[in-house]
């Protein structure tokens, strides 16, 4: 059989991942902006799966190691790698030692490659192959029943990822599309009529594929058109709100001028004021130092008053002792020991309504629901 190399319009990045930015015609892709995700970008000519064509792509690392390059049956969007995605048809190289990626599926391939190197990724759509081919060194097939359907389209994809600090940056230097041509069946008596003929046959046939290759992209470049229409219109909708806001600004800048004068009377003003509030302050910082001087004294006296009432306490008279006075008690043991109970004892003695007469049948359950939960402490207590 013999090939035809078709020239199509060339490939470039049509779609672009979600945080990269696209160069040179679309040709190169660089991602530069800090973020943890991967992004996929895709090429604009589809090919159709269930064509015999042979297709290759050139595509030069110029910078960054994590990198795929493939083909997938997208395009997607989402801060996902394409070749992770299994519910698409995809097939990749993967810089990272070598190994080729599809639909989460990893595997021993190749030689790893970097800034510098040229890969090429060469479709056969005749025999379902995908290889690819590092500085004109063929890594050999890659994948060998490339998944084909009416309703698949295969284009160039790379997936990016930002590591470390470093950028990362592919440009797509040139695709070839190779048709190949039906092999040539000899006949018994073959005359030029019958040859011609075929070779008219065989043309037709290659001009038809061309057409519609033609059209379909043809008709992606007039839905990027439309898109590149409706960016503008946004783009414009958005000068018409700054200029609107422009006109606005300069507006308050005539009568912020006007106003300058009595701006420098407010200034003064201000500065009076300031200078009051800087003295109002200084006094409501003395009177809070004398306040929390006499918050100490009244602090001390309550301690005074609380230690003179235990000291009062009779003790063989406990049995007549309110909620209070049993607390005064507790308070006053062994130099202040259970005050870090205070608050919950002083709490459940009144909750519980627990006065003198009921002390005597108190047990250690009845003082660790007082609240002193000390095993040490609950002991002591209880043997007071």
Same mark, same amino acid.
């Given at each position: 059989?013999?090939?035809?190399?078709?020239?199509?319009?060339?490939?470039?990045?049509?779609?672009?991942?979600?945080?990269?930015?696209?160069?040179?015609?679309?040709?190169?892709?660089?991602?530069?902006?800090?973020?943890?995700?991967?992004?996929?970008?895709?090429?604009?000519?589809?090919?159709?799966?269930?064509?015999?064509?042979?297709?290759?792509?050139?595509?030069?690392?110029?910078?960054?190691?994590?990198?795929?390059?493939?083909?997938?049956?997208?395009p997607t969007s989402g801060k996902v790698s394409c070749f992770d995605r299994t519910t698409d048809y995809n097939y990749a190289y993967s810089a990272y030692k070598g190994e080729i990626v599809?639909?989460?599926?990893?595997?021993?391939?190749?030689?790893?490659?970097?800034?510098?190197?040229?890969?090429?990724?060469?479709?056969?759509?005749?025999?379902?192959?995908?290889?690819?081919?590092?500085?004109?060194?063929?890594?050999?097939?890659?994948?060998?029943?490339?998944?084909?359907?009416?309703?698949?389209?295969?284009?160039?994809?790379?997936?990016?990822?930002?590591?470390?600090?470093?950028?990362?940056?592919?440009?797509?230097?040139?695709?070839?599309?190779?048709?190949?041509?039906?092999?040539?069946?000899?006949?018994?008596?073959?005359?030029?009529?019958?040859?011609?003929?075929?070779?008219?046959?065989?043309?037709?046939?290659?001009?038809?594929?061309?057409?519609?290759?033609?059209?379909?992209?043809?008709?992606?470049?007039?839905?990027?058109?439309?898109?590149?229409?409706?960016?503008?219109?946004?783009?414009?909708?958005?000068?018409?709100?700054?200029?609107? =806001?422009?006109?606005?600004?300069?507006?308050?800048?005539?009568?912020?001028?006007?106003?300058? =004068?009595?701006?420098?009377?407010?200034?003064?003003?201000?500065?009076?004021?300031?200078?009051?509030?800087?003295?109002?302050? =200084?006094?409501?910082?003395?009177?809070e130092n004398e306040q929390k001087e006499k918050d100490m004294i009244i602090q001390g006296l309550r301690q005074k008053v609380s230690k003179l009432e235990a000291e009062s306490l009779n003790?063989?008279?406990?049995?007549?002792?309110?909620?209070?006075?049993?607390? =005064?008690?507790?308070?006053s043991l062994e130099q202040g020991r259970y005050k870090q109970y205070g608050d919950i004892v002083k709490q459940n003695l009144k909750l519980q309504k627990i006065i003198g007469e009921h002390?005597?049948?108190?047990?250690?359950?009845?003082?660790?629901?007082?609240?002193?939960?000390?095993?040490?402490?609950?002991?002591?207590?209880?043997?007071?």
């Amino acid at each position: 059989s013999s090939c035809v190399l078709i020239m199509l319009p060339s490939d470039y990045f049509a779609f672009i991942g979600h945080d990269s930015i696209s160069l040179n015609d679309r040709k190169t892709v660089n991602k530069s902006i800090v973020s943890e995700d991967f992004n996929s970008s895709y090429g604009n000519n589809a090919i159709p799966s269930t064509s015999d064509y042979i297709c290759t792509w050139t595509i030069k690392i110029v910078s960054g190691k994590s990198i795929r390059l493939g083909i997938a049956s997208g395009p997607t969007s989402g801060k996902v790698s394409c070749f992770d995605r299994t519910t698409d048809y995809n097939y990749a190289y993967s810089a990272y030692k070598g190994e080729i990626v599809s639909r989460k599926w990893v595997n021993k391939y190749g030689a790893s490659w970097g800034p510098g190197d040229i890969i090429k990724i060469k479709l056969d759509l005749s025999k379902k192959h995908l290889s690819f081919i590092k500085n004109n060194v063929d890594q050999g097939v890659a994948y060998s029943n490339v998944a084909v359907g009416d309703d698949i389209k295969y284009r160039v994809a790379i997936s990016q990822f930002y590591a470390q600090g470093e950028t990362c940056s592919v440009s797509l230097l040139n695709f070839e599309q190779i048709i190949p041509t039906p092999p040539e069946q000899k006949q018994p008596e073959p005359n030029n009529d019958n040859t011609n003929e075929l070779q008219l046959k065989s043309e037709i046939v290659l001009l038809q594929q061309t057409i519609k290759q033609y059209g379909e992209s043809l008709q992606s470049r007039q839905e990027e058109i439309q898109e590149l229409k409706a960016i503008n219109q946004s783009k414009q909708e958005k000068i018409d709100e700054l200029t609107a =806001m422009n006109l606005s600004l300069t507006e308050q800048i005539q009568s912020m001028s006007k106003n300058m =004068m009595a701006n420098d009377e407010l200034k003064a003003a201000n500065m009076a004021l300031t200078m009051k509030n800087e003295k109002l302050n =200084m006094e409501m910082e003395r009177i809070e130092n004398e306040q929390k001087e006499k918050d100490m004294i009244i602090q001390g006296l309550r301690q005074k008053v609380s230690k003179l009432e235990a000291e009062s306490l009779n003790l063989t008279e406990y049995e007549s002792w309110n909620d209070e006075k049993i607390f =005064m008690w507790i308070m006053s043991l062994e130099q202040g020991r259970y005050k870090q109970y205070g608050d919950i004892v002083k709490q459940n003695l009144k909750l519980q309504k627990i006065i003198g007469e009921h002390l005597k049948d108190f047990d250690t359950n009845d003082i660790i629901q007082l609240g002193v939960t000390g095993f040490k402490d609950k002991k002591a207590l209880y043997n007071s």
